[in-house]
């Protein structure tokens, strides 16, 4: 097996229901021996403990940080001689998920609250912008120097704003109900990746500062 080469691109996070975490759950391999790269991905490489089973019960969920250098020994443990390429991330964080974790009418409650926040908030900071700023004047006042007279009630100016505000924060999120407008990502997904991006860090380098990081002796 001197000249067989195996890549390996290991996930920077995965989900997963089982106790036993295999090389294939959370690395994609590829070998020019198909028979070599199915026992690589049927390598055991962490199992969750019972203890980290009845913790499931009250948190429903459990990590353990993996490092890639603990991939590599394993798979050079089960066929010396061979070469092992990582193309991917050098720690893959593994969490243990609960098989009730999304069906859980809590999490309908949540999702339903946090829309709610988020909808009314917006809400409230426009309407508190437009007050401190006193656009009601700025309008009467363009109007009355456009027009020649005061305005009287509601003008084409607050019609269009109005319009135009609505249309512009569509056009933002780039969403009509469920449907986009472009293939862009949204910046709630952007936004959404990037908080991801930065807690799983978090948890990559607290459990490395910890000690509790799987990695090779």
């Known amino acids: 097996m001197a000249n ?7 996930e920077k996070n995965v989900e997963v229901l089982k106790d036993e975490v295999f090389l294939k759950d959370i690395a994609k391999i590829y070998c020019s021996d198909e028979n070599v790269a199915a026992k690589i991905k049927a390598i055991k490489i962490f199992t969750f403990s019972k203890e980290i089973k009845r913790k499931l019960k009250k948190t429903e969920i459990n990590r353990q940080v993996i490092n890639v250098l603990k991939l590599i020994e394993l798979i050079e443990a089960s066929h010396p001689g061979i ?11 593994v969490e243990k998920i609960h098989k009730r974790k999304h069906k859980q009418p809590m999490e309908f409650f949540k999702i ?3 829309s709610g926040v988020c909808f009314f908030g917006t809400a409230f900071t426009i309407m508190a912008f ?5 656009i009601n004047k700025v309008f009467s006042k363009v109007y009355e120097l456009v027009m020649g007279q005061p305005a009287t009630g509601y003008t084409v100016m607050e019609i269009s704003y109005s ?3 609505a249309l512009g924060i569509l056009i933002f999120f780039n969403h009509i109900g469920g449907r986009r407008i472009t293939k862009d990502p949204t910046p709630i997904e952007v936004a959404m990746r990037t908080y991801e991006d930065d807690v799983n860090k978090a948890l990559v380098a607290t459990a490395d500062r910890e000690g509790k990081t799987l990695q090779n002796k």
């Open 4 to 10: 067989i080469h195996v890549y390996i691109i290991a």
């Open 112 to 114: 339903c609250l946090a």
């Open 163 to 165: 319009i135009g505000l």
């Open 83 to 93: 070469t092992v390429n990582s193309l991917g991330e050098m720690d893959v964080l």
């Open 130 to 134: 437009h007050n401190d700023i006193s």
